[in-house]
């Protein structure tokens, strides 16, 4: 079998990264009373809305592996922040549609640009071959993984 460890310590690297670009937003956004109530877990939940545009209450949990009970309570709690609005769905009234406030909107917005700076400065270093190669190489994991089916989470 060949070796992944690679692939696994650039996930480590880049989520570790990502994490220090929302601990310094946060660090600066501080004075919104919003983003200084929000816990790593709710954070989890915002990302993961932002990323699936608005979307149903079971997409949300589908994406984020938590199980039907806490990511309502989750949403509940992101709606009573301010930070998410959730709507009946029109075409379908038992489907739950969770959405960002414009608030909240742009806070994530300020933490993807300045995680953006942060990967533009890490590959500066890097010669035009180097680039080249890692970009080559960032194209066609995220292809391998955009094709790539996850079974359902499981309640435990």
């Not at 480590?12 to 816990?39: F, M, P, Q, T």
Request: with cysteine.
């Amino acid at each position: 079998m060949q070796d992944f460890s690679d692939c696994y310590r650039i996930h480590e690297a880049v989520h570790y990264l990502r994490g220090r670009c929302i601990l310094e937003y946060w660090e600066k956004a501080k004075v919104d009373d919003i983003v200084n109530r929000l816990n790593t877990t709710q954070q989890k939940y915002l990302f993961a809305i932002k990323r699936l545009g608005p979307c149903s209450l079971n997409t949300v949990m589908n994406h984020t592996g938590f199980s039907c009970s806490a990511t309502s309570t989750a949403i509940d709690k992101l709606v009573k922040l301010g930070a998410v609005n959730r709507e009946r769905n029109p075409e379908n009234r038992r489907e739950i549609i969770v959405s960002l406030t414009p608030e909240i909107d742009k806070h994530l917005k300020g933490i993807d640009e300045l995680f953006k700076r942060r990967i533009a400065e890490v590959l500066s270093s890097c010669t035009p071959e180097e680039t080249d190669i890692i970009m080559k190489g960032a194209i066609i994991l995220r292809k391998k993984l955009a094709d790539y089916e996850l079974p359902p989470p499981q309640e435990y």
